[in-house]
């Protein structure tokens, strides 16, 4: 019996002192390991590059404009349709100018009579202011009343007058008939600029209205494009800069337009401020007023990297 305690003392001693040396182990090999590493330092970022914005807007030029009646009238011919190439000044379409031409024919007429006139009071008058300076002579030798001196002033200062009054008349039938002439061209709907007649809005037989549309005139070059900038953007475009305008059914061209005026006043109701640039470079053929573009716009360019 006392054997065996004696067995089992001896063997608890023995696992103590192993339980021991495994700790100590342990410890020693935890002090053993290195230290893990630091994560290492970031290296300095460049500046990212702004990305372009798209600014939707539309193809246009300078001159495009409707061309209004500029008086009633009947439409009695029309003289080039859409898609025509006109110059400056040529007649589109015509209305009815038959009661304004007999009015200019009468108005002649009446010029021719009144200039007439002029001439024979004209011829008259010398005859009077003769016989007026007779009648001053015979009442000074005493051949004459001073009846007669005063009838002969009264006739000769008559005709005097009478002169004047048809030479007055003249030069109101002159004015009457640039009155009417401008009238009568008036029944002609000119092109104010030379361009391609984008739309006719009348036809032959139509009794049109004074400021009514009859055709849109526009030009086809040089094409503009109009896009707002808004106030805080830290770019702000100069004249002379350069845009990319890409149309909206083809992504994949690109044009360049430099910018002509900036306006210089902002817009309350958006915040932004009015740009207009004109497109440049060749195969601009392709591209017409009205499109639909996209303009690449950079709002900050990029910043140097640290």
Same mark, same amino acid.
């Given at each position: 019996m006392r054997d065996a305690r004696c067995l089992a003392a001896t063997t608890l001693m023995t696992a103590l002192a192993l339980a021991g040396c495994g700790g100590e182990s342990s410890g020693e090999a935890q002090r053993a390991r290195p230290a893990p590493a630091p994560p290492p330092a970031e290296e300095p970022r460049s500046a990212a590059r702004t990305p372009a914005q798209e600014i939707l807007s539309v193809l246009s030029v300078e001159h495009e404009v409707d061309l209004l009646a500029e008086r009633d009238g009947i439409v009695v011919e029309i003289l080039h349709d859409e898609g025509s190439r006109v110059q400056k000044? @040529?007649?589109?379409?015509r209305l009815d100018d038959r009661e304004? =031409? %007999?009015?200019?024919? =009468?108005?002649?007429? #009446?010029l021719e009579v009144?200039?007439?006139?002029?001439?024979?009071?004209?011829?008259?008058?010398? %005859? =009077?202011?003769?016989?007026? =300076?007779?009648?001053?002579?015979?009442?000074?030798? $005493?051949?004459?009343? #001073?009846?007669?001196? #005063?009838? %002969?002033?009264?006739?000769?200062? $008559?005709? #005097?007058?009478?002169l004047a009054s048809w030479r007055a008349i003249v030069e109101r039938t002159r004015a009457d008939i640039r009155v009417l002439e401008v009238e009568l061209d008036k029944t002609r709907v000119r092109a104010p600029f030379g361009g391609v007649v984008?739309?006719?809005?009348?036809? @032959? $037989?139509?009794?049109v209205l004074k400021d009514e549309k009859c055709f849109r005139l526009?030009?086809?070059?040089p094409l503009q494009v109009r896009f707002l900038v808004p106030e805080t953007a830290a770019h702000r475009p100069r004249p002379g800069d350069v845009v990319n305008v890409a149309p909206v059914?083809?992504?994949q061209r690109v044009y360049p337009a430099r910018i002509l005026r900036i306006s210089p006043v902002v817009d309350p109701a958006s915040g932004s401020y009015d740009v207009t640039a004109q497109l440049t470079g060749p195969d601009l053929q392709e591209l017409r007023p009205g499109m639909s573009v996209r303009v690449l716009w950079e709002p900050a360019p990029p910043s140097p990297p640290r």
């Open positions: 000044e @040529t007649i589109l379409a304004l =031409r %007999a009015k200019l024919e =009468r108005a002649h007429a #009446e009144a200039q007439n006139n002029v001439k024979f009071n004209e011829a008259e008058l010398k %005859a =009077r202011q003769a016989h007026y =300076r007779r009648a001053q002579e015979m009442r000074r030798l $005493g051949l004459n009343s #001073e009846a007669d001196l #005063e009838e %002969a002033e009264f006739r000769a200062k $008559g005709a #005097e007058y009478d984008a739309r006719r809005y009348i036809r @032959t $037989g139509q009794n526009s030009e086809l070059y059914s083809d992504s």
